[in-house]
């Protein structure tokens, strides 16, 4: 049997619903709640039963694709999309991005927006390949300048001056 | 109506309004026609400044990036066949055959025209739609709203492409589940917070629509390029005249008629919005075509462009009219407006035609001034506006990502939201290599409040009886309608199984 991505995304969303099922039980009662009609734990058990007994039925609508061959045809082509997404260059760089985001976020307060944002620019054209370095500061540096200058002498909104810097 | 007319003409005329349209036309444009970005790309990153303005400028601001975000769609598709929105997917068709003839600045034009005029038509059809619709609506109760939020919901999910139902109802589920995310409303019980403090309010919508679109759209474009930009050099180098000989324009009447009331009644429907719309008119005008005019088709027909262009804009305009009226959004762009217009403190529905007359007409009146200022301003600039696709594309992505994350940090100045963004993108990108769409989960994100306030009001109203799904002939007839949503494709789906299975049983005997 091959896995397919509707498998796979129903296997997933299945796992999910059940945790989020468990969790919906653990949600607490203030006191007397549990004697009401709608409690705060009223929607989530719903959400979960439904997402259960949906995912549920994805799984088995596509085991009984699998029996016909022109889904067995749709299924090798649909692993062959999954192979050849997962083989192209781009994803290092996409991994790279979203490591530089939670850079961003966790030096944003700590070193300030101006330091901060220019090195997450900085830092993001370089993961992309930009080696030009008149490029590299006319894209980074002016546009947080400008955009710093908008939003804090313009706009009157305060922009993080960095704990670092005192 | 005159008079709310006359109040939407005094709020959209005004110095500051027009120059909104302009700046989101222009802009709407620009990200429209970035291959990948569409139009909800487009709105949830002018979400952070559009809470500085009042929120009738900030609805015009948007409804402009709106329609500059399908024609920008509709540039790319002509000049590079890569469509930056679904909704142009059927102008490419006959549209880039044009450019490649060399009649790329003829093709634009017909679009810019069609555009126009669909969305003028559908525009005036909102004018009669919306306000008998609202006034209406005025008499329904929680029941109705929970039907009709139902209704929306699965609509969506029956309108998506074949085969993709039950991923839609899922991510509509995963949407209604993220929502309960916070403390509840009601009672004051934390839920699913796993004693974060950041996570007491909720996750907030600009989040959740910025990290899954414009985040996850940003990112998988690095690895989605595609070798048709290369096209984009050819086409946008030698546009071709953009004048309309008479004969073309008798040719373009017809169709701009046909299309903009069907592309009005299809946008109407919750969840069919501009793409259903575009094909139905493609197809539709092939179908009505001659033997000869038909083989015309796929090569660069004046009627192949016409149709999609008129419908997908006429749509737009449809799309407002359950937006406006019900408070539910019928498609994932105007589910990103709705939640824009919720954080101003406006509750869209009946009550925003009464409430915020200046909002519901200012709107309605900003369609028009944006359609001429798409018409008489981005058409004449387009070949310079094309010009941005040759730009570096590793300094647009970051600067993209740059300005999501600051967006949604500036309305919270929060850094946790940072993290969440990342950590939803991860998820968004999973879930589109699955072939799941997002705009089912938005709009459970954001139908999903409003859908346990009017089920906990009804089920109180009726003592915890579930009758109130019965009591009223108007709840019974949206429920029997939701039903039917589920059930058809549900059946088609284990209908064709079964079909797929019995062939093959013939074919081995």
Redesign the interface.
């Known amino acids: 049997m091959k896995i397919s ?2 498998k ?3 296997l ?2 299945f796992i ?2 059940v945790c ?1 099922g468990y ?1 919906a039980y653990q ?4 006191p007397g ?1 549990e004697y009401e ?4 734990q ?3 058990k719903l ?2 039963f ?2 259960i007994g ?2 549920v ?2 799984v088995i ?1 596509s085991l ?2 699998d ?5 067995q045809e749709k299924e090798i082509n649909n692993t062959d999309v ?1 192979n050849e ?1 997962f083989n ?1 260059k ?2 290092m ?2 991994v790279s ?2 490591a530089l ?2 850079y ?3 030096t ?2 700590i070193l300030g927006f101006i330091t901060s ?1 220019i090195s ?2 900085v830092i ?2 370089l993961i ?3 080696r030009n370095i008149k ?1 590299l500061f006319l ?1 980074s540096v002016p ?1 947080v300048i400008v ?1 710093w200058a908008i ?1 804090t002498q313009l ?1 009157g ?2 922009l ?1 001056t960095g704990d670092l810097w005192g | 109506m005159l008079d709310g007319l006359l109040i939407g003409f005094q709020t959209a005329m005004s110095m500051q309004n027009i120059m909104f349209v302009i700046f989101g036309c222009f802009v709407g444009t620009f990200i429209g026609m970035l291959p990948g970005l569409g139009p909800i790309t487009a709105i949830a990153l002018m979400i952070p400044i559009t809470y ?1 303005i009042d929120p009738s400028s900030g609805m015009i601001l948007m409804a402009g990036v709106y329609y500059g975000a399908i024609f920008g769609g509709s540039t790319s598709s002509i000049l590079i066949n890569a469509p930056g929105v679904a909704g142009t997917v059927a102008t490419s068709f006959d549209g880039y055959p044009m450019a490649c003839k060399g009649q790329a600045g003829k093709a634009l034009a017909v679009a810019a025209y069609a555009s126009f005029s669909g969305g003028t038509i559908a525009a005036l059809f909102l004018l009669v739609a919306a306000p008998m619709l609202s006034s209406i609506s005025l008499s329904f109760q929680s029941p109705d709203y929970f039907a009709l939020l139902l209704l929306g919901l699965t609509a969506v999910a029956a309108f998506s492409s074949k085969g993709h139902f ?2 839609s ?2 991510m509509t ?2 949407g ?2 993220l929502s ?1 995310v916070g403390t ?1 409303q ?7 917070t796993f004693g974060q403090i950041d996570l007491l309010d909720g996750i907030s919508f600009l989040l959740i629509a910025m990290s899954m679109f414009a ?1 996850s759209e940003a ?2 474009s ?2 989605n ?1 595609d070798k048709k930009k290369l096209d984009a050099t050819d086409t946008t180098s030698n546009m071709g005249s953009l004048k309309l000989s008479k004969e073309e324009v008798k040719e373009m009447a017809p169709v701009i008629g046909r299309s903009s009331v069907l592309g009005f009644f299809v946008g109407v429907l919750p969840g069919a919005g501009a793409t259903i719309a575009s094909f139905l008119a493609y197809g539709m005008e092939r179908n009505l075509a001659s033997a000869k005019e038909k083989l015309k088709f796929g090569k660069g027909s004046l009627k192949g462009i016409t149709a999609p262009e008129t419908a997908n804009n006429a749509a737009c305009s449809g799309s407002f009219v359950p937006l406006l009226t019900l408070g539910i959004p019928g498609s994932g762009t105007t589910a990103v407006m709705l939640g824009a217009l919720m954080a101003y403190g406006i509750q869209p529905g009946p009550r925003l035609f009464v409430d915020n007359p200046e909002v519901f007409w200012s709107v309605i009146v900003s369609m028009y001034v944006g359609n001429l200022v798409l018409l008489f301003i981005n058409l004449p600039l387009i070949p310079y506006i094309a010009k941005t696709l040759s730009l ?4 647009l ?3 993209i ?2 300005f999501s ?2 967006g949604v ?2 309305v919270s ?1 929060n ?2 939201d ?2 969440m ?2 950590g939803f ?2 998820i968004a ?1 999973a ?1 589109r ?4 769409s997002m705009s089912p989960l938005i709009l459970g994100f954001i139908l ?1 409040g409003m ?2 306030q009017n ?2 009001r009804s ?2 109203l009726y ?2 009886s579930i009758s109130f799904m019965w009591d009223r002939p108007i709840t019974l007839a949206i429920l029997s309608v939701t039903v039917l949503f589920l059930m058809v494709p ?1 059946l088609s ?2 209908k064709k ?1 079964k079909k ?2 019995s ?2 049983q013939v074919s081995d005997a």
């Open positions: 991505k509707d796979i995304g129903a997933i969303f999910f619903s989020y969790y949600i607490p009662f203030y709640e009609v709608f409690t705060s009223t929607m989530p959400y979960a439904l997402a949906v995912s039925l994805a609508s009984i694709s029996f016909s061959n022109r889904n999954v997404t192209r781009g994803w760089q996409v991005l979203i985001m939670i961003y976020g966790t944003l307060e944002t997450f620019l993001g054209y992309l390949g930009e490029r894209a546009v955009f939003m706009l909104i305060y993080t | 500085g039950l991923k109802i899922m589920l995963f209604l589940m309960t509840d009601a009672s004051g019980v934390e839920r699913f985040l990112l998988l690095i690895v390029t570096p594309k590793q300094l992505t970051v600067l990502l740059f994350l600051i940090y500036l100045f850094a946790f940072i993290f963004m990342a993108a991860v990108i879930l290599l699955l072939n799941f999903g859908l346990e089920l906990r089920l109180t003592d915890g549900l789906i284990f199984d797929e299975n062939s093959d």
